[in-house]
């Protein structure tokens, strides 16, 4: 028996699954993404070191953060669920899941849009709030894209696209909207709790 042979009859044995190209593409367009996002962050602590005690505040919304970062977190757990119904076979919870992942989301673009317009700063007012502005809008941007994303995979989802093995669109759309709501619990704590 040749080695291929041989590790591919292990690893049926095993039931481990293989990895497609797709899969690591994705892990790296997103590690590639964390640098960005990693930078942004960097530059933000820098500023923050550099102006010491003369680092300017202003007023944020905690309690409105705190929302909105519940409703963001909790659209991972509910999209968790709708890839578990997916595999479970059940379509409709699937669909219905994943619509309310998306509602869920734009709520979270809706209320991020909702302290903009009311929080009574713009960007040029300081360096704290021109860090605000860009940390928060490009995780915003970010959000969109996934809601794009997971829009495309409902609807895909309506017309029968996805089974139990054949759904990688909505994999790469669940690693995806995990990554962006791991970033905004390092940029909720950074911006409106821990380095102020």
Not at 19 to 31: C, D, N, P, S
Not at 96 to 101: A, F, P, R, Y
Not at 119 to 140: C, E, M, Q, R, V
């Amino acid at each position: 028996m040749s080695t291929v042979t041989h590790q591919t009859a292990a690893r049926e044995e095993s039931h481990t699954p293989v990895r497609g190209l797709g899969w690591y593409g994705m892990v790296f367009f997103i590690a590639s993404e964390a640098v960005f996002f990693a930078n942004l962050i960097a530059a933000y602590l820098y500023l923050h070191v550099h102006a010491g005690p003369h680092w300017p505040t202003l007023d944020l919304d905690k309690v409105l953060a705190a929302v909105n970062t519940v409703i963001l977190v909790s659209s991972s757990f509910v999209l968790t669920f709708a890839a578990r119904a997916l595999n479970r076979g059940n379509r409709r919870a699937f669909s219905g899941l994943l619509l309310l992942t998306i509602l869920m989301g734009a709520t979270f673009i809706s209320i991020q849009l909702y302290e903009y317009v009311n929080n009574g700063f713009g960007p040029d007012k300081n360096i704290f709030a021109s860090s605000f502005y860009t940390l928060t809008g490009f995780h915003g941007a970010h959000v969109t894209v996934g809601i794009l994303f997971l829009t495309v995979c409902w609807f895909r989802s309506l017309r029968g696209d996805f089974s139990k093995d054949n759904h990688f669109a909505l994999t790469a759309a669940e690693m995806y909207w995990h990554f962006v709501d791991v970033v905004w619990i390092f940029l909720v704590l950074l911006l409106y709790f821990v380095v102020r």
